[in-house]
Every structure is written in structure tokens, then in C-alpha cells.
């Protein structure tokens, strides 16, 4: 019975002593909660093989350039009638944006971003984080859609692939055969050329209100300068010439007034 005992302590100490070191170097990540988003920091190793040979690198990003990389990013959905659509709304990016930003810039070495937000079509989860000059944006799920590697057929596999853009490309995943291009997964160049708001496909110029479009025709029309009460017919047939080929831009404001005064010397 003895014999059995010591037996029993010499494999159960070294189980105790295993699970205490262990439980000990386990520490909590840091999360982010609020209202259908989560954000939090992961170790690389959590976030799969493929980051395994990836070396992260530290940056400092300002929120335009985050912002700018948001808008950039597009997807398209693999069916029929698929169209290119932009990975997050204006909604969206003035929600992620400063936050993606500052968690960039304070990650601890060997840490990945990892974000879920909860959309009207579902959710958009991700992980972002910086490597050489690019920041990798890899999805898995984009609006509710889960991204799957088989390849698509028309059913099942993939129903939806990102599109690059300028300074955008694929990242290349080492396969036994070769290499495959990682269409989930986005390296984006940190010095790509400025996007504007009006590449998005959804976006539409917003109509000048009737406020704005007195404010503009005022700030256009030039000083007006007291008009004689007899005109000479010829003087008003110029000056009535003079003012067509400045409302079509054909004279700037400067030479308007310049030849205008020229007239009303020459007449008066």
C-alpha cells in the first residue's frame, strides 16, 4: 500500500508543479468591449501558422493613414451578380479608426490587432498589424460572409475574395506545390497614394444646399460698381458681354473688373 502512495505522489507533484509554471506564464490579453465591437491584442502564434515566419515590425501611424488604408480596402462578393463593395462603411471607419490606431502604435512586440464588429449583415472580424513597409489586413469573415481557401465553383468554397488596389497585393502563402496567393489577406504599402472618399463606390457628392448655392453665386459675383442713369446703348451692349464671358469662366474676376473699368472710363 505504501509502495502504491509513493507511486501515486511521484507522478501527481510533477502534474501540480507543470500546471502552476504554466498557469503563470498565461497571461490575460487586453480587451477592448463596447456596444457590438471587441478589439484586443493577441500573440502571433494564437493567430495561426501562417504569421509564424512573419516579423512584426513597430510602427507609428497617424489615424489618416489608418483611416486611408480603411477606405482603400474592397471586396468582392464570388456569384452571379457580384459587385466590388468597400470592406467598412464611413460609419465604421469613424468608429475604428482612432482605435486601430492607437492600438498599432502601443503594441507589445510579437502582438497582432484582432477586432470583430457587428454589422447590419453581420459580423467583420479581422487582424491588422505592420511588417516591413506594409500593414497586413487579413478577414475572416467580411458583413457576415466567412471566408473559406477551397476554391469556388459557383457552391460553396469562398463567397467573397478582396480586391487590391494601388500599393495593394496579395500576401503569398508557401505551399508543397508552390506558392498561393492568400485572398483573405492584404498587404497594403504604407506610403500608397491618397485616397479619396470619392473612389468609394457608394459614395455619392452630396448636392449643395440652396445656402450654400447663394453663398457660392455671391462670393463669384464681382464687387458691382454704381451704374450712370443714362447708359450709353454701346457701353451697355460691352459691359452685357463682358459679364457673359465671366459668368462662363472665360475671364477671371480680376481682368472682369480690370475691363469693366476700362469701359466705364472710356464712356464716362
Not at 466590388?84 to 486601430?100: D, E, G, W, Y
Request: charged fraction near 30%; proline fraction near 6%; include cysteine.
Amino acid at each position: 500500500m505504501k509502495s502504491h502512495k509513493q507511486l501515486l505522489v511521484f507522478f501527481l507533484i510533477p502534474a501540480l508543479l507543470l500546471g502552476l509554471f504554466s498557469g503563470c506564464s498565461t497571461t490575460r490579453e487586453k480587451r477592448l468591449e463596447a456596444k457590438g465591437l471587441t478589439l484586443m491584442y493577441k500573440s502571433k502564434s494564437a493567430a495561426g501558422h501562417d504569421l509564424a515566419d512573419i516579423r512584426l515590425k513597430p510602427v507609428q501611424l497617424s489615424e489618416g493613414q489608418v483611416r486611408q488604408q480603411m477606405q482603400s480596402l474592397k471586396y468582392e462578393e464570388l456569384s452571379l451578380f457580384g459587385k466590388k463593395k468597400p470592406v467598412f462603411t464611413p460609419k465604421n471607419i469613424t468608429r475604428l479608426a482612432r482605435i486601430i490606431t492607437k492600438a498599432l502604435n502601443k503594441a507589445p512586440a510579437n502582438k497582432i490587432v484582432y477586432y470583430e464588429l457587428e454589422t447590419p449583415s453581420g459580423s467583420t472580424e479581422g487582424i491588422v498589424f505592420p511588417s516591413k513597409n506594409v500593414l497586413n489586413w487579413k478577414f475572416s469573415s467580411i458583413q457576415g460572409g466567412s471566408f473559406s481557401s477551397r476554391s469556388f465553383t459557383g457552391w460553396g468554397g469562398s463567397n467573397w475574395r478582396l480586391v487590391p488596389g494601388s500599393g495593394q497585393h496579395y500576401h503569398s502563402t508557401k505551399k508543397l506545390l508552390g506558392s498561393e496567393a492568400s485572398e483573405n489577406w492584404i498587404e497594403a504599402s504604407l506610403s500608397q497614394p491618397r485616397y479619396s472618399e470619392r473612389d468609394n463606390p457608394v459614395y455619392k457628392e452630396p448636392a449643395p444646399s440652396r445656402t450654400k448655392r447663394k453663398a457660392r453665386r455671391a462670393t463669384r459675383e464681382p464687387t458691382r460698381k454704381q451704374a450712370p442713369s443714362t447708359i450709353n446703348p454701346e457701353l451697355e451692349k460691352k459691359l452685357q458681354f463682358l459679364k457673359d464671358l465671366y459668368e462662363k469662366n472665360l475671364v477671371d474676376e480680376e481682368e472682369y473688373n480690370r475691363k469693366r473699368k476700362e469701359l466705364l472710363d472710356t464712356y464716362l
